[in-house]
């Protein structure tokens, strides 16, 4: 399945409301290409082979699952569980039941969505990168972010030489937002905890300590923002 990588979910999700710009993004193209396996395209003899080799993981057999279509999912699972039984076999010893047990188990490792979010979400790391360098503005707009969650934080950083020349300043930005929500979650934890010792009990609550546990979250997890 192809999806256009461009900058307009860019431009749409790095701003100061957004907690992470990326979650956003990628749940926008898991939302994009999820549907994408319900029109007439899934009957495609590669898609089909895809299906029947990678499967669906839970997460989006389950969008799949409440979607409209219900027919496209049953076609495709059809085709999924000739893999399924091919791998179920009467094992004559613990060795080969063993071996079939891992086999089984790793059918449920794969996903052909996930394997397309993956590679889509790559290509926006490093067109992150691109247009830290070549536009201007870009990084004013990336300074008055929230930062990201831990994992695109990450990812941002893996990619980072895709900035070019001016990869060290794109550090150094990523860096300063980062540790600035990280070091604003750490001052709001303490806090709440503080709070909950009876000599505090009469001292008002914070906002941002009121939400810390749900930020905590966010960063370690990702924001679970739903298109």
Not at 60 to 86: C, D, E, M, P, W
Request: charged share 25%.
């Amino acid at each position: 399945m192809n999806y256009h990588i461009g900058t307009m979910l860019i431009d749409e999700n790095f701003t100061e409301s957004c907690d992470c710009p990326l979650c956003r993004i990628k749940a926008t193209v898991d939302g994009r290409l999820t549907e994408s396996y319900l029109g007439e395209g899934v009957m495609e003899d590669n898609t089909r082979a895809e299906v029947n080799k990678l499967g669906f993981c839970d997460h989006h057999y389950s969008l799949l699952f409440s979607s409209r279509s219900k027919l496209g999912l049953a076609l495709q699972i059809s085709t999924r569980l000739n893999t399924v039984l091919k791998e179920i076999k009467q094992p004559k010893n613990a060795k080969e039941a063993k071996k079939q047990g891992e086999a089984i188990l790793n059918l449920n490792k794969t996903c052909v969505v996930c394997k397309y979010l993956d590679e889509h979400m790559i290509r926006y790391y490093k067109t992150v990168a691109q247009v830290y360098q070549n536009v201007a503005s870009f990084k004013d707009r990336l300074l008055k972010t929230h930062g990201f969650c831990l994992s695109h934080y990450a990812e941002l950083l893996t990619y980072s030489s895709f900035a070019g020349g001016k990869q060290k300043e794109y550090l150094q930005d990523l860096y300063e937002v980062q540790s600035k929500r990280v070091k604003t979650l750490k001052t709001d934890i303490d806090e709440f905890t503080f709070h909950h010792d009876y000599r505090q009990a009469s001292t008002p609550l914070s906002q941002g300590a009121k939400d810390s546990l749900k930020e905590t979250s966010n960063l370690f997890y990702g924001d679970k923002f739903k298109i």
